[in-house]
């Protein structure tokens, strides 16, 4: 192989350019420290200004109007800066301020300044007006102090007035409860007594300030991370206490009620039934746990029924995880698990039921419960796509009720009470199926009917609900709701799906697009992966003194420039030595580092005695040099 080829694979060669304080004339004879005054700042060498000189920088600078000398007793550089110093990052002093020196000017922090401002103070020169001791004496220090980049309410007291605790307001806690707040009021679904608060989550966080320009690369959009955040806030809720729930229930454990189990009590047939959610055990997710209070089981094969509807997996069917019974609630109960869908609400809550008026135009006005032809279409075009899987499983329904019915996103329905009916109702033998299968046509008619309507009530006055629906929607939707609740042995899962014709394409279309976007939210975040990876290695060179028993590992070699620039990324400061927490320039630089760039920076060591100009790519060369070093052990 040629040497050029070779050459394609050899490390590349460090072009780094060292730059530090040159040895004393007299190295036998050490001399005392000099003043920082009598050291010429190092922005005075690189950009011929230093725009710190009115505000506090400590550090020798020469007269304006005369040349640049360098300080009497401060040693002249051996070299020449190299061109690419020029665009070093401006130098902060972070020593403290003699007495002697004037005040810092009290500012904003960094990320909060215009970038305008910025670019003039740096072009300008010496030609750049200052400004005034009276303009900056009235910034008020009580503005500084009260700013917070978490909270919704900085800025928000602009009086110049300082604050009796020395200008030191007390900051904002955001998950702190508010005052008056009363559990009892707040959510009268639990016990007076009871002492479990929600915490509730800031959703708009992400961290501030945030990166607009690199929004649309980096982050997913609002509404999908603020419900992903909702369900995940919903999942890991903690349970209530004082309300008799049993600790553990056949491998699951941490219940929480999901309806009223005090009060107005929902019936499911017969029986009182309420919902639960449940964390297991065995595998740490969580479910929903359907119970039938007072339930006896008088047969074994009842659970049949339960066993056949576990293996059907369909995207509009909440999926049946097992059944048992049990008496943990001191009486004989009938639980059936199904699979658990945070955040969700029935049809009836979404569409029937009434909503509370709201002001519009400066009135209180009703809310119409009317819903969108295009959204009917697709609620039967997914039910129909249950119904058929069921069907051809040979099983029934039984039951297609809006209460049991959930909506888990957008437009997004599932059948929710899946072969409960078929164990409290079983019989042996057991109906013919063909003749279930037809009364679950029925009830999905009648449930047409009820969402057209807006209302629980329609089969007292069928002809006129069937009306109502041709008033207010197409004759195509009619038809169909007259095909399902009219009585007769010729209707069948086929003949609906002939009569909903294209509306099908129109569902596969909008299902296809849904996967669009969700794979280009994915897309987003695919990157921030890449991030991650690049932060682990940091995390495995830095401060690791243990390594080869030698304690000053991570300051040597390649790991020294590593961990400069991990200084220079995460822990610059502004001119009041305050910590600037700036996402974009951590993103920026995590970008270029990842991918190898040939741009140059500047980094300085933390007792501003030296500095390395290095690219990108060989910032780059060194941590893969580490992290192999690490790898090999």
């Known amino acids: 192989m040629a040497h050029g080829e070779m050459s394609f694979f050899s490390k590349p060669s460090s072009s780094a350019v060292k730059i530090s304080a040159p040895p004393s004339e007299e190295p036998s004879s050490p001399r005392p420290k000099k003043d920082n005054t009598q050291r010429q700042c190092r922005n005075i060498l690189i950009y011929g200004h230093c725009k710190f000189q009115d505000k506090g920088c400590i550090y020798y600078h020469p007269p304006r109007d005369a040349p640049s000398p ?11 800066l190299p061109a690419q110093a020029v665009n070093a990052p401006v130098f902060v002093p972070k020593a403290p301020v003699n007495p002697g020196s004037p005040t810092p000017v009290e500012a904003a922090p960094s990320f909060i300044q215009k970038q305008s401002s910025i670019s003039s103070d740096s072009s300008s020169g010496q030609s750049s007006s200052q400004p005034s001791e009276q303009q900056i004496d009235s910034v008020p220090d009580s503005v500084h102090d009260q700013y917070d980049p978490y909270s919704h309410y900085s800025y928000t007291n602009q009086s110049t007035e300082a604050p009796d605790d020395a200008g030191q307001a007390p900051s904002m806690n955001p998950y ?11 959510d009268p679904f639990y016990a007076p007594s009871m002492t479990y608060h929600t915490q509730p989550l800031n959703y708009h966080l992400y961290t501030l300030p945030r990166p607009e320009a690199l929004e649309h690369r980096f982050f997913i959009s609002d509404d999908i991370r603020e419900e992903l955040q909702r369900r995940s806030e919903t999942i890991r809720a903690a349970p209530p206490t004082g309300i008799g729930l049993p600790e553990e229930l056949q491998g699951y454990h941490s219940l929480i009620p999901l309806e009223p189990i005090a009060g107005e009590r929902r019936k499911f047939g017969h029986w009182f039934s309420t919902l639960y959610r449940a964390t297991n055990s065995s595998d740490g997710l969580t479910y929903v746990l359907r119970r039938v209070e007072n339930f006896r089981l008088t047969q074994q094969a009842a659970f049949s029924a339960i066993e056949a509807w576990s293996r059907v997996r369909h995207p509009n069917i909440v999926s049946v995880h097992e059944a048992f019974t049990t008496r943990a609630f001191n009486d004989s109960s009938l639980v059936v698990v199904y699979e658990d869908h945070p955040n969700s609400q029935t049809l009836l809550e979404a569409h029937i039921k009434p909503k509370p008026p709201q002001y519009q135009n400066g009135r209180l006005q009703a809310q119409s419960n ?11 075009t997914q039910i129909t796509s249950a119904l058929k899987a069921a069907h051809e499983a040979g099983l029934a329904v039984r039951l297609l009720d809006a209460s049991k019915i959930i909506v888990t996103g957008k437009n997004r329905v599932r059948l929710a009470v899946c072969g409960i009916v078929d164990v409290l109702t079983y019989t042996d033998p057991a109906p013919p199926i063909a003749e279930v299968q037809r009364d679950d046509l029925t009830l999905l008619g009648i449930l047409i009917l009820q969402l057209c309507n807006g209302s629980q009530s329609v089969t007292g006055n069928l002809q006129k609900s069937i009306d109502n629906v041709g008033k207010h929607y197409s004759a195509d939707l009619q038809n169909v709701a007259i095909f399902l609740v009219k009585p007769g042995a010729h209707k069948s899962i086929r003949g609906l799906l002939d009569m909903l014709g294209g509306r099908l394409l129109a569902e596969f279309d909008e299902a296809q697009n849904a996967v669009d976007r969700l794979e280009g939210e994915l897309m987003t975040e695919l990157e921030n992966a890449r ?5 682990c290695k940091f995390g495995f060179i830095n401060e690791r003194p243990e390594q080869n028993h030698d304690p000053r590992w991570s300051e040597t070699g390649d790991r020294y420039i590593v961990k400069l620039f991990r200084d220079y990324v995460f822990h610059q400061v502004d001119e009041r030595g305050r910590p600037v927490v700036n996402l974009t320039h951590v993103l920026s630089c995590l970008n270029k580092l990842d991918a190898g760039t040939d741009e140059r920076l500047m980094l300085i060591s933390r007792d501003q005695q030296s500095c390395l100009v290095v690219s990108y790519r060989e910032v780059k060369a060194c941590i893969e040099s580490a992290f192999s070093e690490l790898a090999r052990g």
């Open 176 to 186: 702190e409860l508010p005052s008056g707040y009363d559990a009892a009021a707040l």
């Open 531 to 535: 991030l991650v990876r690049l932060l």
């Open 70 to 80: 360098a300080p009497p007793d401060s040693p002249t550089p051996s070299a020449a």
């Open 370 to 380: 009317r819903i969108s032809e295009r959204t009917l279409w697709s609620y039967i």
